[in-house]
């Protein structure tokens, strides 16, 4: 019927959003992979695959890309990026790239700088980017170096991210004393008591 609204639902959008993210994600990886540029997919899309790797039906969305870079290659970055069509954004001390000009920044590809910290005031520097190892798709974090970066930044996600790991059998009461202090501690707390 010419000029009928065809409604779509908030859960097909919901998935459609996911699969933007992942289309965004492949996107970037494959102009840095495809320019020579190191990087390391971090983020909610590492958690993504390390647990995928043990259970798909324990995969959680999410809405952004993170990717941990070294501030040397940014501007190797920024010209592989902009290749692909993402626009530089800077917001809030972030260097990001939105996807288009209609990109938002919370659906943006977030950069993070290796070997440094992610905030004045965290108690250690991110990960390198000798700390990865490549996934069928794209460079990521491996799994020590990623269970650091969510226990360094500990927000809310964080602690739900790593819930994901522990609930998949990826971290186990071994792990704490692999750790650095606090991140040690925190994680101990976790898996005393993954609802705290």
């Known amino acids: 019927m010419a000029g009928a609204t065809v409604e779509i639902s908030g859960w097909e959008r919901a998935l459609m959003a996911a699969e933007k993210v992942k289309a965004r994600l492949r996107r ?12 390391a997919v971090a983020g ?25 870079v070294r501030r040397a290659d940014f501007e190797s ?18 260097d990001m790239f939105l996807d288009g000009p209609e990109g938002k920044p919370s659906g943006g590809v977030h950069l993070l700088y290796a070997g440094e910290k992610a905030r004045q005031d965290d ?23 990623l269970v650091r970066m969510k226990l360094i930044a500990w927000r809310d996600k964080d602690r739900t ?6 609930g998949v059998g990826l971290l186990d009461t071994t792990w704490p004393a ?9 994680l101990q707390q976790l898996l005393e008591d993954p609802n705290g």
């Open 178 to 186: 692999r750790l650095p202090l606090p991140l040690g501690a925190r």
């Open 123 to 145: 108690e250690t520097p991110l990960p390198t980017l000798d700390e990865s190892e490549r996934a069928v798709e794209f460079q990521v974090a491996n799994l020590e170096a």
């Open 161 to 166: 991210h790593l819930r994901d790991m522990i």
């Open 28 to 39: 970037a990886t494959r102009a840095l992979d495809g320019a020579g540029v190191p990087y």
């Open 77 to 94: 970055v920024k010209a592989a990026l902009e290749a692909a069509g993402f626009i530089y954004h800077h917001l809030l001390d972030v």
């Open 44 to 68: 909610g899309n590492a958690v993504a695959e390390w647990v995928g790797r043990i259970d798909e039906d324990a995969v959680r969305t999410t809405r952004d890309v993170d990717l941990l």
